[in-house]
């Protein structure tokens, strides 16, 4: 028999703030983390806006040493599992046997900042002043690696690189196993920090990325005017719980994670397929895992990039899984606040759809000022709204086709 899986425990770095309180209060606010980019300079790119973490200190989070052997992604990665796991109250080998609680984080890209440093090193200064440390700093599933040292997490460790689906992917899959009952408890969820010059170069010269200069309306999803997604970094963790473990040890819960549901599309490395294709089937899997009809869904937190096809084809998505009521749900980005964080938005999507159904409001698309005619449904415009919602569903697309939803409902 499937056991239930209760979400007890959050964690989040990202550019609305480096706890859950500040960065959900934000984004209950309408206030947007991105800024103009910091970190390098940008006179010979068109892009200038990111969203980028602000006063992280790693070593606030873990011993000054170990850290400078990760990359930024994996320090954030640290970070948010602990700030979870201290919020689920839940100390390993006291709260949970060390060999039934796993870790599954995902990365889309990993750490590309500690490689470009080190390749410039390599050909400035030749091979023996490169970092000995470089291979375990910069692949993705270093994260995993690493949160499951820092907290004796010995059971499943995992990691899922779907490109922007990865935290969504590595919370559905986390899901699977305590499912299972493979696991008690799964620390699981995603991790970026991916706003490097290769990677603005790159997505910037295949236009992806919005070239407004303004950080105060670069990022509008669903809106007329979008041209393109912000970037972002940060990371969004989950403490997975089985749910009568977490009634053992009388753990606050969030909410209960019902259903996942995961496809490709098959048709491109880049766009998605028309009509949203693969996100018609992922959603209706999750419902279908979920035994949730169309109609108990009160609330969807979209992917909502603000490029022209992905909220296009999401919103025709949403119309043929949903029919008439998709009139009646609601639908809103984040990422009108946060930017987008790659491989870690769907884990930081997830947390502000529990903490949605916790508190009852609507988070709002910020910046939708211009209606598309062809994209008629409520995108929750510039404020949040209260609402009572006990079903929401959280949409994840990636290049390569990857696509992922995830199904949250109130705990009863």
């Not at 440093?117 to 995993?144: C, E, T, Y």
């Not at 910020?366 to 994209?375: F, Q, S």
Request: hydrophobic share 40%; proline share 4%; net charge negative.
């Amino acid at each position: 028999m499937s056991k239930r899986v209760v979400v007890t425990g959050l964690g989040s770095i990202n550019p609305l703030g480096n706890d859950i309180q500040t960065s959900w209060g934000k984004v209950k606010e309408g206030i947007s983390g991105i800024e103009t980019i910091t970190k390098f300079d940008m006179s010979n790119y068109q892009v200038k806006v990111a969203g980028e973490v602000k006063d992280f200190t790693a070593k606030d989070y873990m011993d000054f040493k170990e850290a400078r052997r990760m990359a930024r992604f994996t320090q954030f990665a640290v970070a948010a599992s602990k700030m979870a796991m201290n919020d689920a109250a839940a100390v390993v080998g006291k709260d949970v046997d060390a060999e039934r609680i796993g870790v599954w984080i995902g990365s889309g890209i990993g750490g590309l900042d500690e490689f470009e440093d080190q390749h410039k090193k390599f050909l400035n200064k030749g091979p023996r002043r490169v970092s000995p440390f470089i291979i375990p700093m910069f692949i993705p599933d270093m994260a995993s690696g690493r949160v499951s040292i820092e907290l004796g997490a010995k059971a499943m460790n995992n990691c899922s690189v779907t490109a922007c689906a990865s935290g969504a992917n590595s919370i559905g899959d986390a899901f699977r196993v305590v499912q299972k009952g493979d696991a008690d408890m799964m620390i699981a969820g995603g991790a970026e920090a991916s706003i490097t010059e290769m990677t603005l170069a790159g997505f910037s010269n295949m236009t992806a990325l919005s070239n407004n200069p303004d950080p105060a309306t670069a990022s509008r999803p669903f809106d007329k005017e979008r041209n393109g997604f912000v970037i972002a970094e940060g990371a969004g963790i989950l403490i997975l719980e089985e749910l009568e473990h977490a009634k053992a040890r009388g753990a606050k819960i969030y909410g209960e994670v019902a259903g996942y549901g995961a496809t490709g599309d098959a048709y491109h490395i880049t766009t998605p397929a028309p009509n949203g294709e693969g996100g018609q089937r992922a959603m209706r899997q999750a419902l279908k895992d979920g035994d949730i009809a169309p109609e108990d869904v009160d609330y969807i937190n979209a992917h909502g990039t603000s490029t022209p096809y992905n909220d296009l084809y999401e919103t025709q998505a949403i119309k043929e899984v949903f029919g008439p009521h998709a009139y009646q749900l609601s639908i809103s980005s984040t990422k009108s606040m946060t930017g987008h964080l790659l491989g870690a938005s769907g884990a930081v999507e997830a947390i502000f759809s529990l903490l949605a159904i916790k508190e009852s409001v609507m988070p709002p698309t910020i910046n939708y000022h211009t209606p598309d005619d062809e994209m008629d449904l409520d995108y929750v415009p510039l404020h949040s709204k209260p609402k009572e919602l006990d079903v929401v569903l959280s949409n994840s697309l990636g290049f390569g086709g990857h696509n992922a939803t995830l199904l949250f409902k109130k705990y009863t």
